[in-house]
């Protein structure tokens, strides 16, 4: 075993993070959060094929975040106290066994609790993320989880279209399979690649589930940051569930390929997260942070133009998509940035609960839209979108008061 990943004291004698390692914990992240999204473009022609109620569709991607959600509370923290890679392993081997019965299953009920299964595994990408900070040295941090969570942000984007794309040209069931095959190979090559962490924690599980709640309390950096990001993956979520319905109506007319192609456009605004990375090792997380509030705002008053032209009003959209996307990417990479440089020890916990708020963030920015979108139209959509951020703006200016004061002082 590593001593030193039994040591703290010893990990400044360590070598920092090669590029190759950074470079496989992203692609790795990708591919697992990718799980969490494939459904969300295939909830029709799941439906269809299992005879799964259209009332009841939107529950194959609400049981996959549900999943995902729990596992961020009671799996993720685990990475305090058990052998980081093999809880990495173990989640991506539940994650392709639940994506076969998806991929085979024609019962709703069987393919609904695979989707609670896919969310619970796919756990393993916020494992990978702090492996990331652990093998880092404090000066090159930020960026090393930057290109990471770069990694994982295309994954996110990526899924949407790819899914669709596949099922044009195949069909739902070899997305599942096709993805549990990566699952698979992903869990061999990180077997072999990972080095062994084993935490120096010696408490029970139930009193690291205990610890949550004082965490959350005694953390006031854990709470701004969550604060922040539930308000831009808030708008996130709101903007990529109601976007495409936009697109498809008869005001763009757009297929699902173009659609896709639209997705894949926006992921652009991945590269925000290495300069995030690099910002936040220089010490300016609070001013990006405000920044990355702003553009989330930006991108939701960007369609209120509303030009007569289609092609403009479209360009103005992919713009919009962009610029919140980089907004997003930016603001995820200071928040971990900030929460890793706390005690190592408790990582994994802060990490959980971390992702965990904001996804309370996100779920709420899709059913927000969806119901604002059917009940009041595009305009008031984006109205409500910029809403999230610029609430999460108002906690930043907070901080940014108390600190003003603490300097004059």
């Given at each position: 075993m590593n001593k030193a990943s039994r040591n703290p004291a010893m990990a400044s004698d360590l070598p920092d993070i090669s590029s190759g390692m950074v470079l496989l914990l992203a692609i790795a992240s990708g591919l697992?959060?990718?799980?969490?999204?494939?459904?969300?473009?295939?909830?029709?022609?799941?439906?269809a094929s299992t005879?799964?109620?259209?009332?009841?569709a939107g529950l194959i991607v609400t049981l996959t975040q549900i999943g995902?959600?729990?596992?961020?509370?009671?799996?993720?923290?685990l990475a305090d106290l058990l052998e980081n890679r093999r809880l990495i392993i173990t989640g991506l081997v539940v994650t392709a066994a639940a994506l076969v019965v998806a991929a085979l299953g024609t019962s709703p009920v069987v393919l609904l609790a695979a989707a609670l299964a896919i969310g619970l595994g796919s756990v393993a990408a916020q494992v990978l993320v702090p492996f990331a900070a652990h093998l880092s040295k404090e000066a090159t941090r930020g960026q090393a989880v930057g290109k990471v969570v770069s990694g994982l942000l295309l994954g996110i984007m990526l899924a949407r279209p790819i899914a669709s794309l596949v099922a044009d040209h195949a069909s739902w069931h070899v997305v599942f399979g096709g993805a549990s095959v990566l699952m698979v190979a992903l869990a061999l090559v990180l077997r072999r690649a990972l080095p062994v962490r084993q935490?120096?924690?010696?408490?029970?599980?139930?009193?690291?589930?205990?610890?949550?709640?004082?965490?959350?309390?005694?953390?006031p950096v854990l709470r701004r940051r969550a604060a922040y990001h539930a308000g831009l993956f808030g708008a996130f979520s709101l903007f990529w569930t109601v976007t495409p319905l936009v697109l498809a109506s008869p005001a763009f007319g757009l297929s699902q390929t173009g659609i896709a192609i639209f997705a894949l456009v926006g992921m652009a605004g991945a590269v925000a997260s290495p300069i995030a990375g690099r910002l936040a090792d220089a010490g300016h997380t609070l001013p990006a942070t405000a920044v990355a509030l702003i553009l989330g705002m930006m991108a939701f008053a960007l369609p209120m133009v509303a030009p007569q032209s289609q092609h403009l009003a479209l360009g103005l959209l992919v713009i919009a998509s962009i610029v919140l996307d980089m907004g997003v990417a930016a603001n995820l990479v200071l928040g971990q940035r900030a929460i890793f440089s706390l005690a190592p020890e408790v990582r994994g916990r802060l990490n959980g609960l971390y992702f965990a708020l904001f996804f309370a963030g996100g779920a709420a920015g899709s059913a927000v839209g969806a119901w604002v979108y059917a009940s009041y139209g595009w305009q008031a959509t984006l109205l409500t979108g910029m809403a999230f951020p610029a609430l999460a703006l108002l906690v930043w200016l907070g901080e940014f008061m108390t600190g003003l004061s603490r300097r004059t002082a």
């Open positions: 697992i959060v990718a799980n969490l999204y494939y459904a969300q473009t295939l909830v029709g022609p799941i439906s005879g799964l109620s259209p009332k009841a995902y959600t729990l596992g961020l509370l009671f799996v993720v923290p935490p120096v924690s010696n408490m029970r599980y139930s009193a690291l589930m205990a610890s949550l709640w004082h965490l959350l309390l005694g953390t």
